[in-house]
């Protein structure tokens, strides 16, 4: 019995392409999550721009719950891969869902108050275009 269970890459049929896109967006994931676990400020007032006020514990507390989250989900996009390919194109999509909400939610029902954008604002717009060619090449079987 192991850790992980064998490779599933010699499944896969789409776009190599796709899988480092995938491996991309999860380092891009993994990167916001280690600032907001372990900067001093969760990045909340460093990077966010943000006026933490007199619930500095409780901003600094959300920004590490979303920086675990963040490392949980780019350890799962990295595994898929690197050794699970023919889930690329579910990540994908995944991505597709939180980036398009992170920008939905930033930029449409509530954008911040001061106007300051986090960079996970103008990221996420170009990370959902991105993922959708690269969703689209992961489904598409390669020429043999």
Do not use: K
């Not at 007032?45 to 600094?60: A, E, Y």
């Not at 979303?66 to 023919?86: D, H, I, K």
Request: glycine share 12%; no cysteine; net charge positive.
């Amino acid at each position: 019995m192991s850790f992980l269970p064998p490779t599933t890459n010699s499944q896969y049929r789409g776009a190599i392409a796709s899988t480092w896109f995938l491996a991309l967006a999860a380092i891009l994931t993994l990167v916001p999550g280690l600032i907001h676990s372990f900067l001093p400020d969760g990045g909340a007032g460093v990077i966010g721009g943000l006026d933490m006020g007199d619930r500095r514990d409780m901003v600094i507390g959300v920004f590490r719950w979303e920086g675990s989250t963040q490392l949980a989900l780019g350890l799962g996009m990295l595994a898929v891969a690197l050794r699970y390919r023919p889930l690329t194109p579910l990540f994908l999509a995944l991505v597709i869902v939180e980036r398009g909400l992170i920008s939905l939610h930033g930029w449409v029902l509530s954008p911040p108050v001061s106007g300051h954008h986090p960079p996970a604002h103008y990221g996420s717009p170009v990370a959902v275009a991105l993922a959708l060619v690269f969703l689209v090449l992961s489904l598409r079987p390669r020429d043999a």
